[in-house]
């Protein structure tokens, strides 16, 4: 890709987006652009249509989601899929508007079935019941994928989807309920320790497995793929590697240096019994992510404590 393209990064203050912004400056790319929502509201087809035709990207990188955790997910089901429709579809007919030739589409390991087999291949895509309580934004994502394969096969694109795993990082929602996993793990065993509290009760039984991708390194994927992918089926990201949400839980507390004691809310929904995603396709390309769960977990702590004031207000 020639540093000096123009790239649109919908969704850019976002915990994806901002890291990718943050990836594309450091390798030199001159011409980054975005509006915040307040700027925006991608939801508002003029608005997007407007924008697109006045700031005429060469490529455009579409980050921006309504996203959260399994009770976000299960509870406002009908906001998640009615609003991230919209933003797809406004954001890719507004590329597709000004002849738009490169995109990446991100989306979500979500879109495959419940008990797809692990690790999961990028075939495994509709073949299966979806998990439940997060089936509504799948359906958006997966959508999404069609519409990138359609718009291939309509107009020629070269666009692409890319599927990352479970993300985490600087930058995330840390929300104690409505965040996802690793983040609302992170901020309730640290206010645990805080208040010198003797437990912390995880949601569900802890046995199910999940693979998490620092969000740095799918912003390195992201761009990888750009330069070097050009395929009509979507693409996993992710590290290969998962653990159970129980020695997750034990691994943020041993960063947090919390010594109280963690119990199971077996009460809770636990979600797909495991998530880890099949990276053949990806590493057999040339990448591979390099950040150890430990070390990102060290490092997104260190974030979350610079950053302790602003996010008590949210």
Known sequence: MDRS??????????????AIWRHLKAE???????????ELDLRDRAGVFDFMRENQPDVVID????????????????????????????????????????LLFLGSSCIYPKYAEQPIKESSLLTGVLEPTNDAYAIAKIAGIMQVQASRKQYGRHWISAMPTNLYGPGDNFHPEHSHVLP???RRIHEAKVNDDAEVVIWGSGTPRREFLHVDDLAKASLFLLEN???????????????????????VAETVGYRGELTQDTSKPDGTPQKLLDVTRLRELGWAATTGLRDGVANTYDWYLENLEALRKK
């Open 229 to 251: 992918y050009d395929d009509p089926q979507t693409i996993n990201v992710g590290v290969g590697e998962d653990l159970s949400i129980r020695e997750l839980a034990t691994m």
């Open 28 to 38: 030199g790319f001159t011409d980054i652009i975005g509006a915040t929502s307040a």
């Open 5 to 18: 393209s123009r790239i649109y990064i919908a969704g850019h203050r976002g915990l994806v987006g901002s």
């Open 184 to 186: 609302a793990l992170l």
């Open 63 to 102: 980050a921006a989601a309504r996203v959260g955790g399994i009770q976000a997910n299960d509870t406002f089901s009908a906001d998640f899929l009615s609003d991230n429709l919209q933003i797809q579809v406004n954001v890719m007919d507004a590329a597709n508007d000004i002849d738009v030739d490169r």
